[in-house]
């Protein structure tokens, strides 16, 4: 199987390059930019499959499509909230979100394999995906949760929440009074209903309000490290492969 990665970030890229090492399958090139992808298909045999990441350096992937016929399987890497995936996942042959998990990957790559074409198309509607991911769906986000709390139920509004957070494979929600609550949902789940302008997946463990931020400090390995106005029971780590987005959301 002939696989191209086109990555901007060249830690992911790599990242993404061993993981397929780890599944017998070695990556042809490494490609990080609009430009470098167009010269590449223009005097390349192209791949059987593509791992695209969808922002890059100097824009959007699709201006790749744009310039050059693309006859290849695509499994788009993106950070691109999942909701606005969703209408195109059955049109391409998968997408993942970062950070990219090594089972997921392992899962989309089975799932080309199953379907692979004698002859390659490009399986993807490229305007659709466009138009959806610049001009997203709208949609409406929770503004307050109902949770439980002994046998009595309190009403918590999404403006008074500082973070989300998984312990001990159970999620919480702490708010600005400086008080806990367990919740039902997971952060998966919390993803799906939160206003993206407002919260923000900084790790595997957390989620974070953007008011609720009081300081951001450098961390090791190219992280960043969150203080938050109150909540202080863990370390908040901003994941070096979600820092690149979660500066772009502060914006």
């Not at 692979?116 to 949609?139: A, G, T």
């Not at 989300?164 to 929600?173: L, N, R």
Request: glycine share 2%; net charge negative.
């Amino acid at each position: 199987m002939k696989v191209i990665i086109i990555e901007d970030e060249k830690p992911s890229a790599r990242r993404l390059q061993r993981l397929l090492s780890d599944l017998g399958i070695e990556a042809q090139g490494m490609l990080h930019s609009v430009k470098e992808a167009v010269d590449w298909f223009q005097s390349n045999e192209h791949p059987d499959l593509i791992l695209l990441d969808i922002q890059l350096s100097d824009g959007l992937s699709f201006e790749i499509f744009d310039q050059v016929t693309v006859n290849s399987a695509i499994i788009f890497t993106t950070a691109y909230d999942e909701y606005a995936l969703k209408a195109f996942k059955l049109n391409s042959i998968d997408y993942l979100l970062k950070p990219i998990d090594d089972e997921e990957l392992e899962s989309a790559i089975k799932k080309f394999e199953i379907n692979r074409p004698e002859k390659h198309d490009l399986m993807v509607d490229i305007n659709q995906i466009k138009k959806l991911l610049i001009n997203p769906l709208e949609k409406v986000y929770k503004k307050r949760f109902t949770i439980k709390v002994g046998q009595h139920l309190r009403m918590v509004e999404t403006e008074d929440i500082e973070c989300f957070y998984s312990d001990q494979k159970a999620t919480y929600v702490y708010t600005q009074d400086k008080k806990n609550y367990l919740m039902d949902l997971s952060l998966e789940q919390l993803d799906e209903v939160l206003d993206p302008l407002k919260f923000f997946r900084v790790n595997r463990k957390f989620i974070v309000g953007i008011d609720a931020i009081g300081d951001i400090i450098s961390y090791t390995n190219s992280r960043l490290q969150i203080k938050l106005h109150h909540f202080s029971e863990l370390d908040i780590i901003v994941s070096r492969e979600r820092v690149k987005d979660f500066k772009k959301w502060l914006e």
